[in-house]
């Protein structure tokens, strides 16, 4: 019997343990998978198309165009550059509207020497401003592409590659492989180029369509993770009916380490600062922050401002802690149950988004052109804000258990970090309500204690 009993507890035993592997191995193949998947854009992605237009004696050429399908994350300065390698031995003739990052060698060719002989080249748009028999459409800003939402007008570049030492039919052409897309940093992951049904152009007068000789698509999608292993913004939060105001939580994108690390972030009053703000270092994109206590380049304030008899009111502040950085065309993704019911917005352009079907819970924000677009440096004028007006639902709206703060902030892609939901501010009346409760508790539990005795 105290056999069987064992074997038993060992096949226990050995069954909890492979359980308990098995569900760490899904757990990490799930994270694995869903790394690059937002819950609030789930089809955003950059995808980038490869229409080859016409041949030449030893190759082709060809118009790449990246469109960036993601709603609200935009590729910011210094711009996005694209790396690949090639099938063969392929070289670049000539490029427009772009530019490879170096040469190569080049010594195999005698004469006409190309644009690029490097196996794995490096390509970067052009800046504003240059010359017109450089340019194609869509191309020479920098690198910076909008968001579909913001501005679908900007949310595509492109240049074009004459390619030499290749095949010169759909045959004998070898896609390119190791697509990699940094924009401007890590952070994208691109899938293998696929042959796909060549492009169709229309002509502008609708009466004519051509197309290419032939078509393949990369796809990139992104990962805040695989981007910066820190976040880059914190959300802090207040209402009229509490005095407490909820920071943004301590060493929320690092701490304060400026004995270990110099130069890690810089006191507002720090003559370093003069020099920094006169620009200094101007051309780097390396964050700089002012010293806080959560260390953010970015704070978004949520302040539950006023509440009227069929309406409330909120106001929203993103401030810039970065002395190294403009955010230029900045958006703001905001969570809340009560955006169904968004009746007026002050000096921000708005725009819903329904990543649950038919659920209006989720609104970007962003700013009015010339005007906010422009989320300046770190110092007096960094910061932008706009005022909210929402009815009341009454069968959902509260002000109890912090249903009036969002449940979600993204800055320009990145998800902000929320303070812990048990510090948000809380109703005068709920807590005497809780007071109130206990009191009475103890009161009762004394006048039993007395009426024990009594009977003792």
């Known amino acids: 019997?105290?056999?069987?009993?064992?074997?038993?507890?060992?096949?226990?035993s050995s069954f909890c343990g492979c359980t308990i592997l098995l569900l760490f191995l899904l757990s990490c193949s799930c994270f694995t998978s869903t790394e690059a998947y937002d819950a609030l854009d789930p089809n955003g992605n950059i995808t980038i198309k490869w229409d080859i237009m016409s041949w030449t004696p030893d190759g082709y050429v060809a118009v790449v165009t990246m469109y960036n399908f993601q709603q609200y994350r935009h590729i910011q300065a210094p711009g996005w550059s694209l790396q690949w390698t090639w099938a063969k031995k392929e070289v670049i003739w000539s490029m427009l509207g772009g530019q490879t990052t170096e040469q190569g060698d080049c010594s195999r060719f005698k004469g006409n020497v190309p644009h690029c002989c490097k196996k794995d080249p490096v390509v970067v748009d052009l800046?504003?401003?240059?010359?017109?028999?450089?340019?194609?459409?869509?191309?020479?800003?920098?690198?910076?592409?909008?968001s579909w939402v913001q501005d679908p007008a900007n949310a595509a570049s492109s240049f074009q590659v004459s390619v030499g030492s290749a095949g010169t039919t759909n045959k004998t052409v070898r896609v390119p492989k190791n697509f990699t897309l940094k924009a401007p940093g890590p952070g994208y992951t691109c899938g293998p180029a696929k042959i796909v049904k060549p492009s169709r152009f229309v002509s502008q007068?609708?009466?004519?369509?051509?197309?290419?000789?032939?078509?393949?698509?990369?796809?990139?999608?992104?990962?805040?993770?695989?981007?910066q292993k820190t976040p880059t913004c914190c959300v802090s939060l207040s209402s009229f009916y509490n005095d407490t105001i909820v920071p943004?939580?301590?060493?929320?994108?690092?701490?304060?380490?400026?004995?270990?690390?110099?130069?890690?972030?810089?006191?507002?009053?720090?003559?370093?600062?003069?020099s920094v703000v006169s620009g200094s270092g101007k051309n780097s994109y390396t964050p700089l922050v002012q010293c806080t206590k959560h260390m953010c380049p970015i704070r978004v304030h949520w302040h539950v401002k006023l509440s009227y008899k069929e309406y409330w009111r909120v106001k929203v502040t993103i401030t810039n802690f970065n002395y190294r950085m403009n955010y230029t065309q900045?958006?703001?993704?905001v969570q809340h149950p009560n955006f169904d019911n968004l009746t007026q917005i002050f000096s921000f352009n708005y725009k819903s988004l329904t990543p649950y079907a038919a659920i209006n819970d989720t609104a970007m924000l962003w700013g009015v052109k010339f005007y906010n677009d422009l989320l300046m440096q770190a110092g007096p004028l960094g910061n932008v804000q706009s005022e909210l007006l929402f009815r009341k639902d009454k069968s959902t709206f509260t002000f109890e258990k912090g249903w009036a703060f969002p449940r979600r902030i993204y800055f320009n892609g990145d998800n902000c970090v929320m303070p812990p939901p048990d510090?948000?501010?809380?109703?005068?009346?709920?807590?005497?309500?809780?007071?109130?409760?206990?009191?009475?508790?103890?009161?009762?539990?004394?006048?039993?204690?007395?009426?024990l005795n009594a009977h003792v």
């Open 205 to 227: 007068d609708g009466r004519r369509v051509t197309q290419a000789l032939m078509t393949w698509n990369v796809t990139c999608t992104y990962s805040q993770f695989l981007s």
């Open 127 to 146: 800046l504003p401003g240059t010359p017109y028999n450089q340019q194609i459409a869509n191309c020479c800003k920098g690198g910076v592409v909008s």
């Open 423 to 451: 510090s948000y501010p809380w109703l005068p009346n709920a807590t005497s309500r809780t007071s109130t409760s206990l009191l009475t508790l103890i009161m009762v539990l004394l006048s039993a204690l007395l009426l």
């Open 330 to 333: 900045w958006n703001l993704v």
């Open 1 to 12: 019997m105290g056999f069987c009993l064992s074997l038993i507890g060992r096949s226990i």
């Open 248 to 274: 943004c939580p301590t060493c929320t994108c690092g701490c304060q380490n400026n004995i270990t690390q110099p130069g890690s972030c810089v006191e507002e009053d720090s003559p370093y600062l003069a």
